[in-house]
């Protein structure tokens, strides 16, 4: 079984550092790739000009789940649950903290990785926005006292969502596989009627990429039983 | 080389399949898993950075405070600061590879470039603070948690967009062209 960094206490170490750098490489090269250097695509997905956001962030977040629960599924052998850092949930300080980020996104165009890569293609717009990100993080700090309530309210500790709504994990992996596939058709279908533009509607890869991942996130039930997760 | 074919090599790559870079990153995010035990992560190394500007204007000031104390004297020793210049390497990387490397304030071409830079400051900071407050961004509650299913993370993913579409509105004059 793999021993994550995390796992044994590792993340200090000077390799960790470096290994965090590569991974960074990965990260950085495929969001720029993905034209998150440009404020004005990033934008595109409050206006429903451009919805690569959506598409991009969905897709990453589906690969990522279901090849987690493939290794997951041979635990004994790949990786476990317990290995990885997971964030307790604190509804207070998320709800708000994401309905405050929403604002910023709209306004600044930016969130703090794709401001990295919009500074790496020489944006100005970027580079303002990572120098106030920072002075907001010493804000924060400064009245950490106060906000400190906030900051800790509505504690669950680490709450899987399939046991928040009470289904079993297979379950509300493929409910979460069919609202992204349906999201991409959906954004495909508002740059459509946006901007007359729309290569992947009806794409036949669009149908393909849709019906592989569905087949994934139903592979998972002849795996592992709901019971054992 | 004629001035037609040298104006074809300077315009930038057009963007390629959303999906395929969602792979990627999928892939990405997942190596990160495995091998770090954590997901992926910016604006932890930007409040690094902050700590770290902080305690160069009072040391003691900033050692003595609550949220930034306990990151000790030495705040850019953190997994998350290396991560946040490989992602600036990697980005520059692809950008110069792409040929869409440009020193410019993006906006609409009708949009003032001052009205852009006030949005970008005020969101800055609003977006700075705001992932102190959530515990994380758009890539480590986002992403992560949310390819995690974390409860609390996905409630944040949602709020990140209710209020971005709720308030979008307000600011579409500096993309006017």
């Given amino acids: 079984m793999i021993d994550t960094l995390y796992s044994i206490d590792a993340l200090g170490t000077s390799s960790a550092f470096f290994l965090a750098l590569l991974i960074g490489l990965g990260f950085g090269f495929t969001l720029e790739r993905a034209g998150f250097s440009s404020s004005r695509r990033l934008a595109g997905v409050f206006y429903f000009t451009d919805m690569a956001v959506v598409k991009v962030m969905f897709t990453a977040i589906i690969t990522a789940m279901l090849g987690l629960s493939y290794l997951l599924a041979f635990g004994w052998i790949w990786i476990q649950l317990d290995q990885i850092f997971l964030m307790p949930t604190i509804y207070g300080a998320q709800i708000v903290g994401g309905l405050l980020f929403g604002v910023g996104f709209a306004m600044g165009a930016w969130c703090p990785g794709t401001a990295a890569a919009g500074l790496a293609a020489g944006r100005i717009d970027a580079l303002v926005f990572l120098i106030s990100a920072v002075g907001g993080s010493i804000l924060f700090n400064e009245i950490f006292p106060w906000i400190r309530p906030l900051y800790e309210y509505g504690n669950q500790g680490v709450l899987m969502v399939y046991d928040a709504v009470g289904m079993s994990r297979n379950t509300f992996i493929l409910v979460f596989t069919l609202i992204a596939v349906a999201a991409f058709w959906l954004s495909e279908w508002a740059e459509k009627v946006r901007t007359g533009r729309g290569p992947y509607l009806e794409s036949l890869f669009l149908i393909i990429f849709s019906l592989v991942y569905l087949a994934l996130a139903v592979g998972l039930f002849f795996l592992t039983p709901p019971a054992s997760l | ?177």
């Fill in chain 2, 1 to 177: 080389m004629t001035s037609e074919t040298c104006k074809l090599q300077e315009r930038p790559s057009p963007y390629v399949n959303p999906y395929l870079t969602g792979i990627l990153l999928g892939l990405v995010l997942l190596a990160s898993f495995v091998i770090l035990g954590t997901g992926l992560g910016a604006s932890g190394g930007i409040a690094r950075i902050g700590a770290w500007f902080s305690l160069h204007l009072s040391a003691s000031h900033t050692l003595g405070s609550e949220y930034f104390g306990k990151w000790g004297a030495k705040p850019l020793n953190y997994y998350l600061v290396f991560m946040f210049v490989g992602t600036f390497a990697g980005a520059l990387v692809s950008a110069l590879l792409n040929n869409r490397v440009r020193f410019q304030v993006e906006r609409g071409i009708a949009s003032s470039v001052s009205l852009r830079l006030v949005y970008s400051i005020a969101g800055g900071l609003i977006v700075g603070f705001a992932s102190r407050l959530a515990r994380g961004c758009t890539s480590g509650q986002g992403l992560t948690g949310g390819a995690l299913l974390l409860t609390g993370s996905l409630v944040f993913l949602v709020c990140v967009f209710v209020s971005g579409y709720a308030t979008a509105w307000l600011f579409r004059r500096q993309w006017n062209d």
